[in-house]
């Protein structure tokens, strides 16, 4: 029996139709970096709480004493068990969030682009949509440093957005980033 064919559909998915549709009012895209989680954070994490998972899971197996907890907390043997395997089962929740984020790196298309007229951010981190604010919607530009982490925060008119260093390819592009959207925003106050 021969095969069914199918109709020849056109090889223009939906996301490409809307991306071509929305772009067309934001003007020219003049830089445009990805915005999503390095390898190395990844790997690390992965790789990292593994290790840890399997130590404190083979610590509970085999375990025989109770522990103490900063000379406060005694634990006897079965409680000291239980802590451990569920100190294990935190560990490998983060090597779960590792897995979420390598399917993440593949499945999103994240990124921030700079426009002639405004700025086009991810919707958020586990969304596909995209969001365009103008530069003359731009309130303020804050700089912050958390722990060793650094974020541009974006107000606007629709309330606040946050582009963190980690997401972007490199330090040095975040400060690329921050001085181009500055300097866009001052250009059209």
């Not at 700089?143 to 982490?149: A, L, N, P, R």
């Amino acid at each position: 029996m021969p095969r069914r064919q199918r109709p020849h559909r056109e090889k223009c998915p939906r996301r490409l139709i809307f991306m071509r549709e929305f772009e067309q009012g934001v003007g020219t895209i003049e830089h445009q970096y990805p915005n999503k989680p390095g390898w190395l954070t990844i790997i690390a994490v992965g790789v990292g709480f593994a290790a840890c998972a399997a130590i404190l899971a083979r610590a509970a197996q085999t375990n025989t004493r109770g522990i103490s907890l900063f000379r406060i907390i005694t634990l006897d043997v079965g409680t000291a068990t239980v802590f451990l395997w569920v100190l294990a089962a935190l560990a490998a929740s983060f090597v779960v969030i590792a897995l979420a984020l390598v399917w993440h790196r593949f499945a999103f298309r994240q990124r921030i682009a700079i426009t002639s007229s405004g700025i086009i951010l991810p919707e958020g981190r586990w969304s596909r949509a995209e969001r365009f604010i103008p530069y003359a919607a731009t309130h303020d530009l804050e700089t912050v440093q958390t722990q060793g982490q650094r974020f541009l925060y974006v107000y606007h008119d629709g309330g606040k957005h946050i582009i963190t260093a980690a997401m972007l390819p490199s330090k040095a592009v975040f400060e690329v980033v921050c001085a181009l959207i500055a300097e866009k925003r001052n250009a059209h106050a």
